[in-house]
């Protein structure tokens, strides 16, 4: 099966690449292909010939969106439904990567693929009107949405703590809860996704649920960090985008691929940390 991954930098991209090493991979880069661009999509779509394209390309600047929409929609919905477009000429699957922001937080119980959505920030907006584009462009489709996703590079929350431990004490925010995922643990599971022809929308999300605060907590005491963790309120940190206090993702839709616990995710990445030497 040859496959296509845009966004190859990115967090979800590195783990892809890492997994397909050897196999008949295509890996892009934003410099290598802009997603948002139709005629570029096509002619690489065209001349490649995946079975596949995996897109793993996002806008992720969640605050940057709400003052300046046009970035965001451009990559998370322009861009899909340009991949969409492109694999439906040439008969591939599109794989498109969406997002727990889809959902308003206001759910007292895990959210499955057929809650409705209704997103409270611009990013969660855009990334709902990708999935909406990809849909309509190419039925071969597998729409993933994911959540709180991090890696052993990249920006991302964990590696943001350990970059604060120096600090007298790092105050987290305790009342959102969500779905920490490793990106490794979502790249394993999108890949068993892609052989089931199982066309449609999946929730794919670490297992479990925590709160950024204990996400934190966990984190320090597998590191040995000793810096007080402080739990505080949302109200306490305002942020431009609004965050769905609870978002965490279930699935109820088969096959069901399920991915490993969060705190599993946290151990194999505090793992990778070490060895890369950046938990110096
Ligand atoms: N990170 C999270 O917490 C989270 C949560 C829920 C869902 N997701 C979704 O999961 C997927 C993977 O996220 P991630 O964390 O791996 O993202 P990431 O690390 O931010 O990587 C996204 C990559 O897309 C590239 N990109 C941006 N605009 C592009 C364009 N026009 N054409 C091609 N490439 C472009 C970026 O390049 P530059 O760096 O050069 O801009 C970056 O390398 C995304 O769909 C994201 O929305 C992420």
């Given at each position: 099966m040859k496959i296509l991954v845009t966004g190859a930098a990115g967090q979800l991209g590195r783990s892809l690449r890492l997994l397909l090493e050897g196999t008949d991979l295509v890996a892009l880069e934003r410099a290598e292909l802009?997603?948002?661009?139709l005629a570029a999509v096509r002619r690489v779509v065209g001349e490649t010939r995946p079975d596949v394209v995996l897109n793993a390309a996002a806008y992720n600047r969640v605050d940057d969106a709400e003052s300046d929409s046009g970035p965001a929609f451009r990559v998370n919905a322009v861009g899909p439904r340009n991949l969409a477009l492109a694999t439906a000429e040439t008969g591939a699957d599109v794989v498109h990567i969406s997002t727990d922001?889809?959902?308003?937080?206001?759910?007292s119980r895990p959210y499955h693929e057929y809650d409705a959505p209704a997103p409270r920030s611009v990013y969660g907006a855009s990334k709902l009107a990708g999935e909406k584009a990809v849909r309509e462009a190419n039925p071969r489709h597998y729409v993933v949405r994911t959540a709180w996703v991090y890696h052993?590079?990249?920006?991302?929350f964990p590696r943001t703590m350990l970059s604060l431990r120096d600090r007298d004490e790092i105050r987290v925010v305790h009342d959102q809860v969500g779905s920490p995922t490793y990106a490794p643990h979502l790249a394993e599971a999108l890949l068993r996704l892609i052989e089931?022809?199982?066309y449609g929308t999946y929730h794919m999300a670490g297992r479990g649920q925590a709160s950024w605060y204990d996400l934190t907590c966990r984190l320090f005491g597998r590191l040995g960090v000793a810096t007080p963790v402080v739990p505080v309120t949302t109200d306490e940190f305002p942020r431009p985008a609004e965050r769905p206090p609870f978002s965490v993702l279930t699935s109820i839709q088969e096959p069901r691929i399920e991915l490993p616990p969060w705190e599993d995710g946290l151990a194999s990445f505090c793992e990778r940390l070490g060895r890369l030497g950046e938990d110096d």
């Open positions: 802009d997603i948002a661009d922001y889809v959902f308003d937080g206001r759910a052993e590079t990249g920006g991302n089931t022809n199982a």
